[in-house]
């Protein structure tokens, strides 16, 4: 389990789920956008939460590893969701899913006189 401190507070979640967050954060930071991410938490009493997390270029996460008695918290399915946007912003400079690129093959020059009044 990790724990984030941000804001002056902290909340205790999954590691996986933090190392995605803060890799997030920080393609943000360096396309200078910023998004809102929900992610699971649990509370000190070992109850399971949600907390909705603003990143971007002024954000100050801080994560630690947390020795506590409650099972590790994972969520596959946001941690693969955090991965493919961070990879599309360092990729493209932007969280959607990039250009799709279809090769093809060059269609033979026409004659000049296929190109007149265009």
């Keep these: 389990?990790?724990?984030i401190h941000y804001a002056g507070d902290s909340i205790l979640t999954g590691t996986d789920i933090a190392r995605a967050l803060l890799d997030y954060a920080q393609a943000l930071a360096q396309v200078?956008?910023?998004?809102?991410v929900e992610i699971p938490t649990i509370d000190e009493?070992?109850?399971p939460g949600r907390s909705d997390i603003?990143?971007?270029p002024a954000s100050q996460l801080i994560?630690?590893?947390?020795?506590?008695?409650?099972e590790e918290l994972v969520d596959?399915?946001?941690v693969d969701q955090l991965r493919?946007?961070?990879?599309n912003l360092r990729r493209y400079g932007t969280p959607g899913t990039g250009a799709?690129?279809?090769e093809q093959d060059d269609p033979p020059a026409g004659e000049w006189s296929d190109y007149e009044g265009i």
């Design 84 to 87: 493919e946007k961070t990879r």
């Design 54 to 56: 603003l990143v971007g």
């Design 76 to 78: 596959e399915k946001l």
């Design 1 to 3: 389990m990790d724990r």
């Design 32 to 36: 200078g956008s910023a998004a809102t």
């Design 63 to 70: 994560s630690s590893s947390a020795q506590v008695a409650h």
């Design 45 to 47: 009493a070992g109850e």
């Design 100 to 102: 799709v690129v279809t």
